[in-house]
């Protein structure tokens, strides 16, 4: 009998291809997913080397973080650096051939969305990008990560990266959640209960009810921000939806391929009695519509709260709680209710899936922008924004005074044209509020795609549930 | 373009031009300078090179630009700066408009650029590595959880290019942690007790230099105390040999044919 074991433990143990006595391991990679922003370095280390990519039918390319999201990009990138790395990107793919999908393309998307949606995200596999929030492929109960320059260098040459296990951390949500609460306030909740290093060292496994009830799409937004909790990696365990999800994609396996795979794909859940080195329980009952106030995802508070005084922060974070709200442009006391907003970006690899984007448009029906307000929806890949039109979504943002823009980053980085102006204030469906984002000087306030919705429609932060109300 | 050893760099160290003992670069760009060249502004270089000047030298001088992995700093006291805000994070340590680039160079006058510089280029004279002492500065100290946010690479790029090469601080993020290694940087972290001496220390600028001892794993204040540090063996070994982990790995490549094969048989649809 081995010693039980966590779904973490497992995927890691069938990937290891050495392992050094310090503990140090090869691990063998399945996926490598690659953008246009962190692989140029990496490709011409290999042409400088000799070296050829090892495994391109694993390697998928994708150009998402820099492209314009307005009409005619595949014929033309006025900004001569972003065309530059986009160029540099189509011929990367081309000369070491590795799986492609250029700005032309329909499936081209956020590299997070496209992987699961063509199929090429399974459950049980080891996935890297040269992107942080590569965490999001974790919905699948695959161990995903993100890994720098050097590594995705490394990745190419060798299918493999050089690591050292994390430890184990157990992210349960228990009973369900309330009506208007999303899996990113469940997401937002955690962050801001452990804080941006609280799983530092970690890979997180999330479960418990809650999680179990989340769509697929839901347990991506989850996962996605296990980055900004400080994880290397966060995990689902994959069961009846997973499977549910993956069949039929492209890249999924087929007949018996997809019989053999169902059945080991069953196998991966964390044993009775397996150790965790760090738990953190909470009830979903207890998580509320949440929004960030200040300039680091752990700066989250229930939409019913006030801007906190920075004086009531322990030790660092007074001065940083201050720097925050200097920045933000708040005053301590002030209702969250209460702040204005100018910009409203629905989008990103957090929140810029079909079911997201159902969400906000059933908020937004009927309804109208604010005066003063600009909003901007930004689909995470080009099917999600074939489907959302076929659906009659794309007419209620357009109705409702939104731009409906091309697949990409787009606002949620800034490198493309879409950004804020400084001071501008923006409630984001994104994923991060660091100063300077979404453009220099921009205020940005983390939220679920609703909660977006909603400060769309009144101008300012709102509690979801009162906009529910009156559609009931 | 290919690796160049090299075994000895020039430096500006004191004031002094100096030799100093390199690990490996990285060629990007070639320059061919010839006999007596002018001093190449492009470049950086405010003083021709020292292998140039006379004219006993060839024509074929050549200077190399790229980046690579040197000894980390031994036994000998550089200038910290200190910055004790917590979570300080990849967009700040480099924003991204300057992630378009598709070298690895270049990147240090844009380190913390909205921190650093006005809207229209000018230095902001408060910010810490505007101040004089600071301009030479070779260590961070830096509040907890440093280098928090992306993966980007460019962020240890950045320090490297302005000439930092040790971060000191109480917590990293992982990948920034991991990336620092890559690229010669050595990220040392310390109990908040020593940090704070080293904080102090770093605040004295000129005055209070820290030694960072890789070999030992040892920072030494500028009172003497000694705070030793943890690094992961295969980590420091890399670090202090300057070795390439891809050659390392491709020396393995039996164990992954034979990894692929056991695979393909176990989980075929992969
Ligand atoms: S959408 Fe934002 S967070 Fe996601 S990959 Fe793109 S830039 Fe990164």
Known sequence: MTAPRTLYDKIWDDHVVDQSLDGTCLLYIDRHLVHEVTSPQAFEGLRMTGRKVRCPEKTIAVPDHNVPTTAGRETRIDNEESRIQVEALDRNARDFGINYYPVSDIRQGIVHIIGPEQGWTLPGMTIVCGDSHTATHGAFGALAHGIGTSEVEHVLATQTLIQKKSRNMKVEITGSLRPGVTAKDITLSVIGATGTAGGTGHVIEYCGQAIRELSMEGRMTVCNMAIEGGARAGLIAPDEKTFEYVKGRPHAPKGAAWEAALAWWKTLYTDEGAHFDKVVTIRAEDIAPVVTWGTSPEDVLPITATVPDPASFAGGKAGAAQRSLDYMGLTPGQKLTDIKVDAVFIGSCTNGRIEDLRAAAAILKGRKLAPGVRGMVVPGSGLVRLQAEEEGLAQIFVDAGFEWRLAGCSMCLGMNPDQLAPGERCAATSNRNFEGRMGRGGRTHLMSPVMAAAAAITGHLTDVRELMGEMA | ?270
């Open chain 2, 1 to 270: 373009m290919g690796d160049v050893f090299l075994f000895f760099g020039v430096f500006q160290h004191e004031g002094r031009r100096a030799h100093r003992i390199f690990g490996y670069l990285r060629v990007e760009e070639r320059r061919i300078l010839g006999r007596n060249p002018q001093p190449d502004p492009l470049i950086g270089l405010p003083w021709p090179h020292p292998h140039t000047e006379g004219d006993h030298w060839p024509d074929n001088n050549t200077v190399y630009i790229g980046w690579g992995a040197t000894f980390a700093p031994a036994h000998e006291a550089f200038i910290a700066a200190p910055m004790p805000l917590v979570n300080i994070d990849t967009d700040m340590i480099i924003p991204k408009q300057f992630l378009k680039t598709i070298k690895r160079t270049g990147l240090g006058v844009n380190l913390f650029d909205e921190m650093r510089y006005t809207p229209d280029g000018q230095e902001i004279p408060d910010f810490v590595l505007n101040r004089p002492p600071y301009r030479q500065a070779q260590i961070l100290v830096a509040g907890d959880n440093f280098g928090c946010g992306s993966s980007r690479e460019h962020a240890p790029w950045a320090l490297l290019d302005f000439g930092i090469r040790c971060v000191i601080s109480t917590s990293f993020a992982d990948i920034f942690y991991n990336n620092c290694f890559k690229n010669g940087i050595l990220p040392v972290v310390l109990p908040p007790e020593a940090v704070d001496v080293l904080m102090k220390d770093a605040e004295k600028g000129a005055n209070a230099r820290i030694t960072v001892d890789l070999a030992a794993q040892t920072v030494t204040a500028s009172d003497g105390r000694v705070f030793a540090f943890e690094v992961d063996p295969f980590k420091k070994h890399c670090l202090l040999n300057g070795l390439d982990d891809i050659g390392l790995t491709l020396e393995k490549a039996a164990a992954i044919d034979t990894f692929e094969t056991r695979a393909a048989q176990s989980r075929p649809w992969i």
